[in-house]
Structure formats: C-alpha cells, structure tokens
C-alpha cells in the first residue's frame, strides 16, 4: 500500500500581526510551521503504515524553507519527501498549486492520497478538492475518522466519519483504491524511525 500525503508549511498564526496603514498582514520575522490539518493528516498516514505495511511519501510545493516542513514529516514517519521549488510557482493561487501537485502526483500510483481540512493562512480547503478532480479520483472531504480495512488481493474498504452542519455522516467505500483529501482527529505521533528517509526535490514540473 502506498499512500501521498500533501502538506503546506505556513506561517505561525498566533504571531502574526496587522498593519493598520497598509491593510495588511505583516508576516517578515514570524517563525513557520507545518499546517495543523496537515499535521492530523500525517499523523493518519502513520498510523495505516503501522497497521498495513504502508509505505508514506509526503509532497509540498513552496519556497526553499519549506524543506523544514518536509524534515518534520520525516521526522513523524514518512519514508520520502518531494518538494516542488521552483521562482516560477511564486504566487500561485490554489488551482495553480492543485495543478502542480497533481502533475507530480500523477507520476507514481498511490492507494490513498491525504490532504488537510484547509491551510490556515487561507483557509479555503479547496487543493484537496481540485487535486481530485484534476486526478480524475473520488474523494471523502471533512473525514474525522477514518477505518481502512486491506484485504489479501490487496483491495481495501474504507468507512470514514465525515463533519457535516447537521452532525456527521458515515461514508462506506467498498473495494476502494484512491481517496483524497482525508482528516483524523488524532494525537501527534512523532516516530524517529523515519529520519532516513529520502528528500527530493523536484524543479520545474514538464507541461
């Protein structure tokens, strides 16, 4: 089994402060971080690789210092990290961004794609989203719970508790290769194991 999971290194937000006279964010000297919603989503990935054999790669695309981000990852259990960086994905809005991971994406199989609720500098939880569309793959969004049960042809079902405005619903996939865009509510799990795992970078993607 071979899972990807998409994270996004941002800035503290608790640090960040306002420019009255500009209107603006002033984000120079706040230290960064790796997303919280994609911190529950690695947290996930490591755990269905200790339970299934899993094998983790964790993709990010953003500045040379988003490499850290990558090491944390690695540091939680992931086997392998692609980092997209390249001056001409400066700017990039979300379809931009979707479009660029997808393409890197598409160049391997994956059983299980993994994405944040949202990032939480923009908050539109839309990447995930359009990954899977651009990928031609079903997706489960809002996912607080996820139960993945592998069988011996090496098929898997999944059940997912997904956050609606009403509650929750239960999501059932039968024989299900590819979902994207998964959230678990979970502890962080920090698994020193995966320290020698590979970081590549990956620059710029072929149109």
Known sequence: MKI?????QVPVVSLLKFDNETRRVVRDGV??????????????????????????????????QARDALVQ?????????????????????????????????????????I???NSVD??????????AEMLDLPQVSG??????????????????????DEGHDVVRCARCRRSSRLLRMSRLRYILGGRNGRLRWRSPLPR
């Open 73 to 113: 990852c690695l540091a939680m259990g992931a086997d392998s990290a692609v980092h997209l960086n390249d001056r001409a994905f400066a700017g990039s809005d979300t379809l931009a961004t979707a479009r660029a991971l997808a393409l890197a994406l598409a160049r391997d199989e994956y059983d299980l794609i």
């Open 31 to 64: 230290p960064s971080e790796v997303n919280p919603f994609d911190v529950l989503g690695m947290s996930l990935a490591v755990n269905l690789k200790q339970d299934h054999d899993a094998e983790v790669v964790v993709y990010t695309m953003g500045p040379p």
């Open 143 to 164: 996912v607080r719970h996820l139960e993945l049960d592998v069988s011996t042809d090496g098929s898997a079902s999944l059940t997912a508790e997904r956050i609606t």
């Open 115 to 117: 994405c944040g609720r």
């Open 4 to 8: 990807a999971v998409c994270i996004k």
């Open 122 to 131: 923009a908050e539109t939880g839309q990447v995930g989203a359009e990954i």
